[in-house]
């Protein structure tokens, strides 16, 4: 990666499904968005929204997450996920401000994901 970004910004909209509930997560009888869900939709968007910027040899890695998760979302109610990074690329690491927004704040906080070389990072996962 070489140069900076200002701002770079997306956002995907979701209708919340059973599978992203929190019974599936362990919370048998609530059928709202879980915060498993949210940050798998958080971690899919923040990969997408670099990828673009990223050498043919670089991947992102998710290394931090710090979450508010304020309020629920029942099944089949639509979600807007919003990712936005800013800063200088040459640095490897980037953070993220992200908002699950349903008319309210369903959830905020900071998710960072590290550039790394995509070879030497999966010779080292494969054993």
């Known amino acids: 990666m070489s140069g900076e ?13 059973p599978e992203d509930s ?15 869900a949210i940050l798998g939709h958080v971690e899919r968007l923040c990969a ?3 990828q673009p910027q990223l050498a043919p040899s670089e991947m ?14 029942r ?5 807007v996920i919003q990712a936005t990074a ?16 349903d008319g309210s704040v369903l959830c905020d906080g900071v998710h960072q994901r590290a550039v790394v070389d995509a070879d030497r990072f999966r010779a080292r996962i494969s054993g």
């Open 48 to 50: 997408d929204l670099l």
């Open 86 to 101: 800013a800063g200088d690329v040459s640095q490897p690491q980037f953070d993220f401000a992200v908002k699950s927004v």
């Open 60 to 73: 992102t890695v998710g290394v931090r997450v710090v979450m508010n998760h304020r309020a629920p979302a």
């Open 5 to 17: 970004i200002a701002v770079v910004s997306n956002e995907r909209r979701i209708t919340v499904s």
């Open 22 to 36: 929190a019974s599936r997560w362990g919370n048998p009888g609530v059928e709202v968005l879980s915060t498993p």
């Open 75 to 79: 099944i089949g109610e639509v979600v």
